[in-house]
């Protein structure tokens, strides 16, 4: 028998992955079912099985998927010589969070994980686990900006890291709850509040 291609097995769990948020997006989270994900990816149980186990699995790779192309952006504006303002920097994530919302709705997905968080530990534990990365990174940057006396010598990074992180998550809940939040008018707040 043939061997299967590492980029035969690459595309069939990218096609999963991609059913599985078309659903999630459509109907939320609870609303979706494995069944429903295994139709619309176009596969056998068998072959969908092969892949997932579950719609937690599911949402972890999701998740997973997002974030690393957060921590990606992060990471090349941190090795940058100099490196952008805060407010550049987050200007340039809400700029993705506006993609995310516009090409494939799955930053509706970000909140239905929110709230799955609060009931189900092993939710739970994925979101501490992949959104610490991206507050590690926030940190990592107020460092760097402290490094360059963008921000005062005595300020707590770790603190800085987290209202950072709280600004990206609350320009998340206003973009999904409140419906289309202007950027520029978002962006422009953060600037008169740090001043």
Not at 62 to 73: P, Y
Not at 90 to 110: C, S
Not at 153 to 170: E, H, M, N, R, T
Request: aromatic share 6%.
């Amino acid at each position: 028998m043939p061997r299967v291609s590492e980029a035969h097995l690459a595309a069939r769990r990218q096609q999963i992955l991609d059913a599985a948020a078309r659903c999630f997006v459509r109907n939320g989270f609870h609303q979706t079912s494995m069944q429903d994900v295994i139709k619309e990816a176009g596969l056998s149980v068998g072959a969908f099985y092969r892949y997932f186990k579950s719609k937690n699995e599911l949402i972890t790779a999701i998740a997973g998927e997002k974030i690393t192309a957060v921590t990606g952006v992060l990471d090349g504006l941190l090795v940058l010589d100099p490196m952008p303002t805060i407010p550049e920097i987050l200007d340039r994530l809400l700029e993705l969070i506006d993609a995310a919302a516009v090409e494939d709705g799955t930053i509706r997905i970000a909140v239905q994980v929110w709230g799955e968080a609060v009931h189900d530990p092993e939710v739970g534990a994925l979101v501490a686990e992949i959104y610490g990365r991206v507050r590690d990174r926030a940190v990592r940057t107020a460092e760097r900006a402290q490094e360059t006396g963008q921000i005062p010598p005595d300020a707590d990074p770790q603190g800085i890291g987290a209202a950072f992180f709280g600004l990206v998550q609350g320009y998340i809940l206003q973009r999904i709850l409140l419906g289309n939040v202007d950027r520029q008018l978002y962006m422009n707040g953060v600037r008169a509040l740090i001043g």
